[in-house]
């Protein structure tokens, strides 16, 4: 499914390019960090770390606590 994780990719930011906000909900760490200008973290409903995405980078330890990645 590369091609349309890539075809997604160019949909969010075209959006953000003409302002639109967006909540991304996603596993793929690598095209969320890329695509966001802010993570947050969820857990059962509960937000359990938030940052900069530009701060978090895979392997992290938050990304490999919350997301075993």
């Given amino acids: 499914m590369p091609r349309m994780v890539t075809q997604i990719h ?3 930011d075209a959006l953000h390019n ?11 760490v690598p095209l ?6 802010r993570v947050y973290i969820m857990e059962k409903g509960a937000i359990r770390h938030h ?3 530009s701060e978090l980078k895979v392997g ?3 990304i ?6």
């Avoid at 003409?18 to 793929?28: D, H, P, R, S």
């Avoid at 969320?32 to 200008?37: D, F, G, K, N």
């Avoid at 490999?64 to 990645?69: E, N, W």
């Fill in 10 to 12: 160019q949909i969010i």
């Fill in 18 to 28: 003409e302002g639109v906000a967006i909540l991304l909900v996603e596993q793929n």
């Fill in 32 to 37: 969320t960090l890329e695509a966001s200008q």
């Fill in 51 to 53: 940052a900069l995405s």
């Fill in 60 to 62: 992290d330890a938050v």
């Fill in 64 to 69: 490999k606590q919350y997301l075993g990645v």
